[in-house]
């Protein structure tokens, strides 16, 4: 892969189209342009790890994207110094590097379900393991891959709400840029070749506009599996972004709610840190005594120290990450007493964090209401001349082709619907369909 072809303003969906010239760059409307949509509004009421606030705020997934955002565009904009230093006659658009991952950090998380990770879950065990299996055969006979519900992916479903023309809307989705949409695609391949992970970068829907993009910005196969695409270079430093904030954002949340004490959360953040740069960070910490901005100061040297080795590692990997010998998260390869304190949140976390009773909670919940959500809806598109089918269809709004000519089609149409719900709609939804709850008469 080569940066001159890497950094193409095309946008998807308009190739043909001619635009005036504009103040902002094409990457700096792809920011705008996300931060200004409904689905992107949404995220607000979206669980991230933690049940959505009472009188405690933490995180939701509109929170966390802006956050990713901005640690993105620190991430951009050292590798692009970089680079720059590294290949100085200017003839490639280094500079827009930051503009281009904060905008695909904000659209990262923006195909994941309400109730975070376990609406993922909840959906693929739905067609897995519970009444969504024996549509199985059908999907198959017609020519549908399975595979696409059985390991249901947020980042692939991000894709298809980015590239997708619904109903009523323009060509091409959102109309972004190749490298935005390149730069979210952890995983370029089809959910086929997903492997024991289950994830994947796109559905069978939309393949052939992930290999339009491909091809137009030279992203080449791996050379250790043909069927598989080499990562677009920017997705490293999407990836690193969320891997920086979900981590250290999720101990300072699980403190605010006494899940971890103040000092077992201090003692984590203190971990980074060594020598006179930690003995510096304890000379000012002593200079306040509110905990929450001691913590608060804690988490903005880590994501300091974070983002300046991510991008040391993507620069010293750079040409490995072009021909596709390299292969890693960037976390991963930072060096010495940062890695290891890492490590040591990322083990907290499993064990006090995603264990802790409000999460699993949620999970419960969350797999209960997308069952029958999943369960009532799918009935409905696929036997729509029953009575009451008729008026649950009318709950699906008209950017949803309930009339797809397919089996896998008709699904998809539903977990479009589903997955573009918030925490609330879906659990009013449920009420309402269950009989639970009646609007006021």
Not at 284 to 291: G, I, L, Y
Not at 358 to 370: K, N
Not at 380 to 408: F, G, W
Request: glycine share 8%; net charge negative.
């Amino acid at each position: 892969m080569n940066w001159n072809q890497l950094l193409s303003g095309k946008r998807f969906g308009m190739e043909e189209y001619h635009e005036r010239k504009h103040e902002r760059t094409d990457f700096q409307r792809d920011y705008d342009r996300l931060i200004f949509s409904s689905p992107f509004r949404r995220l607000q009421n979206k669980t991230q790890v933690f049940p959505l606030p009472g009188s405690i705020f933490v995180h939701n997934r509109l929170t966390h994207s802006l956050e990713v955002s901005c640690v993105g565009r620190s991430l951009g904009n050292n590798v692009a110094k970089g680079l720059q230093a590294r290949y100085p006659d200017g003839s490639v658009n280094f500079p827009e590097i930051g503009s281009i991952v904060s905008a695909a950090c904000l659209a990262h998380d923006m195909g994941n379900p309400p109730f975070g990770h376990s609406g993922e879950r909840a959906i693929s065990a739905y067609f897995s393991e519970g009444n969504g299996k024996k549509l199985e055969e059908k999907v198959r006979a017609e020519g549908g891959r399975w595979e696409d519900f059985v390991h249901f992916e947020g980042n692939a479903n991000a894709m298809r709400l980015l590239t997708h023309q619904f109903i009523g809307r323009r060509k091409g989705g959102f109309a972004l840029t190749y490298c935005t949409l390149a730069s979210i695609v952890k995983y370029p391949y089809a959910s086929i070749h997903a492997g024991k992970k289950g994830k994947f970068g796109f559905f069978q829907s939309e393949e052939e506009s992930y290999l339009r993009i491909a091809h137009e910005l030279g992203i080449g196969h791996h050379p250790d599996d043909p069927r598989r695409y080499l990562r677009y270079p920017l997705v490293y430093l999407v990836e690193a972004a969320d891997d920086i904030c979900y981590q250290v954002m999720d101990i300072e949340d699980a403190c605010k709610l006494h899940i971890l004490t103040t000092e077992e959360a201090i003692h984590l953040m203190l971990d980074f840190f060594e020598g006179e740069r930690l003995e510096h960070i304890r000379k000012v910490m002593r200079m306040v005594d509110d905990t929450n901005e001691q913590i608060a100061y804690l988490r903005s040297c880590i994501i300091g120290l974070l983002v300046d080795e991510c991008s040391r590692v993507f620069l010293e990997n750079e040409e490995g990450i072009l021909d596709g010998s390299y292969d890693s998260p960037l976390i991963e390869r930072i060096d010495g007493h940062a890695k290891q304190a890492y490590a040591n949140c990322s083990a907290t976390a499993y064990k006090k964090i995603y264990r802790a009773k409000e999460v699993l909670d949620i999970e419960l919940a969350g797999y209960h209401i997308f069952s029958h959500l999943i369960d009532s809806l799918t009935e409905a598109v696929m036997n729509q001349e029953h009575a009451y089918s008729k008026l649950l269809l009318q709950r699906i709004p008209e950017q949803y082709d309930t009339n797809a000519a397919t089996t896998y089609g008709k699904i998809q149409c539903v977990l479009d619907y589903i997955s573009g719900m918030t925490d609330v709609y879906a659990l009013d939804l449920y009420r309402k369909i269950t009989g639970m709850s009646l609007p006021a008469v």
